[in-house]
Structure formats: structure tokens, C-alpha cells
């Protein structure tokens, strides 16, 4: 991709004004690509003649929960022609209710033009909760639309998201990232010593989180125009052997994938007459040192267990390569790793020398049954990844168990130690921010068993209900400890939808202290399986 690099000589410009940032009622946020305002990470928009890879059109989907009273939105640097910006087309941003989530009957909220937006600090827009937004499990569901008004103009803006909810970037769509130098504001911010380049805001590593909610046989990548190689050669990309040479997938906008070139010959002092084209354009380890990072682009995807698969040669200049890790027999033809599971989870992209001015983009696939939502995920004020909130569960979770009489006081239902049945099982789940959401009774059936099906991912709390019990029994073993007796905390995920939830009980009284008719109707307090009556052995059922 063509990148604008500025004068040289113009660096040394004396600035006198850098960051300010916008006070806000809202003090928690998920935002994408980050929150930080001074760390030089975007997301970007490109016109045509810089052979954008993404189209000119982003979506970014808002989630808050049912709780909320109002929704906040904000843009950081949303106009396209000051600082982090090389640009003279306005980005527009139009707010959607969208209660089903999928963009079906959508209603137009409100809209601005980024030429009202403020250059380099957080704009916040904050309105009550929709009723159009409120989808079916409560939910508040919105998507924000960015869009460049004139894709024909040489220009790339930059900008970031947040959300007092949650953000994240809708599935089955590109997206590019951005890491802009484009005047001396820009290198004033990015290197605050300059001239000293090695005190710098912006290291060349990206963390970008794939929410997986769903079990599929592959995980699929796509990077492009990533400008994988250096200036003077010694790194050049190379035919990636998964990736098919003579077609290009139907959605991208690129040439056929190959050994990467540009128009640029390489810049080596060893080779001054060569004739090489370097693979980026420019390459992405660049020549010149403000812009450069110390080693090439690669990234490597970091599954929920912990598994890393290192890609060490991304795609070159205006290329998409496929970055395949499937449960098929390994063919290097088709895939880069095999794996015999594709957890769900969520997995981190780790991205490291990524040279500033450079724009890569992205797109994920699956093929995860009946589920769309493969949604790269905002992260909190600390870089931690935010798990969406929808408008339909992602999870089909449970919580179910026994209540039962634990007699020798082992905390596991043995043989012979009977369930209880007619007790009553309270479930309470709660919001994110610990207020309860809703709550749900269930009885014991004979054998002493309680469920509650359907339920999504979140917070919950299961509690017996003492009254239903006899007034004479001690607990002896519960899910989260007897500490909490009666109640067990627990967390429906999509790694842990099933739980099960035991309750075990002792009787405190003493034997041979109860009234008439107590052993007939309370088998399981007797203390003995067998008893003798005139010479004659009884069992306990034939003595009942």
C-alpha cells in the first residue's frame, strides 16, 4: 500500500499543543482498537487510490445490558483532517437500533459528519436507552456505521470506538488497523523526547481478541497487504503454499497471491544496481527510522488454551494470505496447523513490528453451524478483552443438581443415601455490574433432582430454600462450600455452559429421640440396615 511520509526537515516544528481529553459521565468503556488516546493505534478508512483493502464502510456493534438507562458512544479523532489524518473526506457516523442484532428493521438514530467532530480527543454522544434497541433477552443492542463520504479522494483516516457497554467490530466484514505518522504533531506525540527515538508511545505490537462462541473444525485468517519484508531485501515475502495463487476470494479487493512486489527497487548498500522490487510498498520494515520498527511484521494466534501458532511471513504488498488452523489431516496445501479441537474461547492475535504509516487488514471466517457472530471484540481501559453483549445468548447453559440426605457425611451422594424431594430452589442471575437481572424457582423431583435450563452466559446464584427443609438438618457439603451454606455462587461460559450443583444434608437429631411413627416415615435415619425382634432378623424395609 502507499503510505504518505512527510518532509524530514519539517519534523523539527515546535508544537505547542498535543493531547486534551473530553470529561465524560460515563468512567468505564469498551473500546476498540484501544482506549488509550497517545498510543498510535487506529482503526482506518481508505479512499480508492490507496488501494484499500476494507471497502468504505465499517460496522461495529453496541452492546449494553438491560440495566443500562442510556447508551454512550464515542469517537476519538473523528474528523479526518488534523492530527493522525491524511485525508480531506469526512468520515460520516449513523447510530442504529438494532434489536435482533443482524441489522433486520433496524431504526436510524441519530448521525454526524466528522467535520463537527473534534481533531485528536474523544467526542461522546449519550442518549437514553432505545426501546427499538431492546432485544428479546433484554439486551440493548446498536451498531454504529462508519463510512467514508468519498471514497475516490488519496486519503486514509484514522480513528477509535468506545462504548459504556461493549464494542466489537460485526462479523463477516474487513477491517483495517493503522499505526499513522503523518505530520509532526503525530511524531511530537508518538516520540515526546524527539529527537531521542527510543522513548516512543508506540512499540509496533497490536493485541487484537477473536470471540469463538461456537465449535468449528477450522479457524480461518485472512491478512492483507501487510507489506511483510525490509527495505534493503534481507526479508522478502514468499509464495504461501495455503494460500490459492490463481483466484482470490470472492469479497477481497486485491491481486492474485504470490511472492509479494512492489514498484520499488530494494535499498542495499551491497546491491546498489539490483533490480529487486521490494514486497512491501514501502516495505514494512522500513528505511526510514522513524517509521520503522525493529524486526518485520508477523503475528501469531493464541488459542484459549494457551497454544501459539507463530505466523512468520504474512501477506506482501496488496495481497490477502490465508492463515488456516483446521481438525483435518495436516495438508500443507490447505492449512498451516493442525489441531484435533478448535476450542471456543477467545482467542489474541499478537501482532509485533508493525511499522507506523503502515494500514493492515483483517478478516475471520469459521464454520461454526447456524452461528454468525465470529466478532473481533473490544478491550477495557487496561487491554483486557470484553466478551460482547447480544441480542441472542451465545450459550445454552444449565444449572441442575441434587438435595439429598448425605448420612455418613462424606459430601458425595452414596448408594442408599436418598434425595429430597418437594424443596424449593431459588436462581437469581445478575447484570455485569452485580445488580439482579431476574430470579426463578424450582422443585425437587422424587429422587430430589432441581434444573434450570436455557440459560446464557453470565453470573448466577443457586439458594436453597430452608423452609422447605426439615428444621433439623445441617449441611454437610454444597457446589462453592459450606462457608455459604444453602447457596452456591456460579458462572454459566462457553467453555463451562453445564453446571452441577450438589447440596448434601446431615439430621442433628439424636437417635431414639423422635416420636412415634418418626421411623416409619424417616427411612433414612435409621442407624442400622438390619435389626433383631424376639430371636428374629429383620431388615429395615421388612421392619417398616
Not at 476494507?54 to 440495566?67: K, S, V
Not at 440426605?405 to 437469581?428: A, N
Request: contains cysteine.
Amino acid at each position: 500500500m502507499t503510505r504518505f511520509q512527510f518532509s524530514a526537515a519539517a519534523l523539527f516544528v515546535v508544537i505547542t499543543s498535543l493531547f486534551t481529553s473530553e470529561l465524560s459521565a460515563q468512567t468505564s468503556y469498551t473500546c476498540f482498537p484501544t482506549c488509550d488516546s497517545s498510543d498510535g493505534r487506529f482503526m482506518a478508512l481508505s479512499g480508492t487510490d490507496y488501494n484499500a483493502f476494507t471497502g468504505d464502510t465499517i460496522l461495529m456493534a453496541l452492546g449494553t445490558p438491560g440495566n443500562f438507562t442510556h447508551v454512550e458512544v464515542g469517537i476519538f479523532d473523528g474528523e479526518s483532517s488534523g492530527m493522525w489524518d491524511f485525508s480531506a473526506a469526512p468520515l460520516e457516523y449513523t447510530l442504529f437500533a438494532d434489536s435482533s442484532g443482524l441489522g433486520v428493521g433496524a431504526v436510524k438514530l441519530a448521525q454526524w459528519v466528522g467535520d463537527s467532530l473534534p481533531d485528536n480527543r474523544w467526542w461522546t454522544y449519550r442518549t437514553t436507552s432505545s426501546p427499538a434497541a431492546k432485544a428479546r433477552n433484554g439486551n440493548y443492542i446498536y451498531y454504529l456505521q462508519i463510512r467514508s463520504t468519498d471514497t475516490s479522494k488519496k486519503a486514509t483516516s484514522a480513528f477509535k470506538a468506545r462504548c459504556n457497554g461493549t464494542i466489537t467490530i460485526k462479523s463477516h466484514q474487513a477491517f483495517a488497523i493503522y499505526a499513522p505518522l503523518t505530520d509532526t504533531n503525530d511524531m511530537r506525540a508518538i516520540y515526546p523526547v524527539h529527537p531521542n527515538l527510543e522513548t516512543t508511545k508506540y512499540d509496533g505490537t497490536w493485541r487484537l481478541y477473536l470471540h469463538v462462541p461456537k465449535q468449528s473444525s477450522f479457524l480461518l485468517i485472512w491478512d492483507g497487504d501487510m507489506d511483510y519484508g525490509s527495505f534493503d531485501g534481507a526479508v522478502m515475502d514468499a509464495d504461501d503454499q495455503d494460500t490459492p495463487n490463481e483466484t482470490i476470494p470472492s469479497w477481497a479487493k486485491s491481486r492474485n497471491e504470490g511472492e509479494a512486489y512492489s514498484q520499488w527497487t530494494i535499498r542495499d548498500p551491497l546491491r546498489p544496481e539490483s533490480t529487486i522490487k521490494m514486497s512491501g510498498d514501502p516495505a514494512d520494515n522500513n528505511q526510514n527510522a522513524l517509521y520503522r520498527r525493529i524486526e518485520p511484521i508477523t503475528y501469531e494466534v493464541i488459542d484459549p488454551k494457551g497454544r501459539a501458532f507463530p505466523n512468520p511471513n504474512p501477506s506482501g504488498n496488496l495481497e490477502w494470505e490465508q492463515f488456516r488452523i483446521d481438525t483435518a489431516p495436516f495438508d500443507a496445501d490447505v492449512m498451516d496447523y493442525h489441531v484435533d479441537t478448535v476450542p471456543i474461547g477467545v482467542y489474541q492475535i499478537r501482532v509485533k513490528g508493525m511499522d507506523m504509516g503502515n494500514v493492515n487488514s483483517w478478516r475471520f471466517f469459521n464454520n461454526a453451524a447456524g452461528f454468525a457472530d465470529l466478532e473481533v471484540i473490544g478491550v477495557d481501559i487496561l487491554g483486557n478483552p470484553v466478551l460482547p453483549v447480544t441480542a441472542v445468548e451465545t450459550v445454552a447453559g444449565s444449572a441442575s443438581g441434587v438435595i439429598y440426605y448425605d448420612t455418613d457425611r462424606d459430601g458425595v451422594q452414596d448408594p442408599g443415601e436418598p434425595g429430597i424431594p418437594s424443596v424449593t430452589v431459588k436462581l437469581t442471575s445478575y447484570f455485569p455490574d452485580g445488580t439482579v437481572k431476574s430470579t426463578s424457582l424450582s422443585v425437587t423431583d422424587p429422587d430430589g433432582r432441581y434444573m434450570f435450563p436455557g440459560l446464557g452466559a453470565g453470573n448466577y446464584n443457586v439458594a436453597v430454600d430452608m423452609t422447605t427443609l426439615e428444621n433439623d438438618v445441617a449441611a454437610t457439603s454444597d457446589a462453592d462450600g459450606t462457608a455459604t451454606p444453602y447457596t452456591a455462587a456460579f458462572a454459566i461460559t462457553a467453555t463451562a455452559p453445564n453446571q452441577v450443583l450438589p447440596f448434601g444434608w446431615r439430621r442433628t437429631h439424636a437417635p431414639g429421640t423422635l416420636t412415634r411413627g418418626y421411623w416409619v416415615n424417616h427411612p433414612e435415619d435409621w442407624p442400622v440396615e438390619t435389626l433383631m425382634l424376639g430371636g428374629v432378623s429383620y431388615t429395615k424395609a421388612e421392619a417398616i
